[in-house]
């Protein structure tokens, strides 16, 4: 692959990543997370 391949690769992958960044979070995503650990740690033994 060329440099130039290379360069708009990379550029993807920070585009995806900044993406990811912004919907995981996001409060609604952030709230989920939470209240997924809260109802796992209060679960039933």
């Known amino acids: 692959m060329s440099t130039t391949e ?3 690769g ?3 992958a920070a585009a995806l990543a900044a993406a990811l960044h912004r919907i995981v ?6 709230g989920a997370l939470r209240d997924l650990v809260e109802r796992a ?3 039933p033994q």
């Open 10 to 12: 990379t550029l993807a």
């Open 6 to 8: 290379y360069a708009v």
């Open 25 to 30: 979070s996001s409060d609604t995503v952030t």
């Open 41 to 43: 740690l209060q679960a």
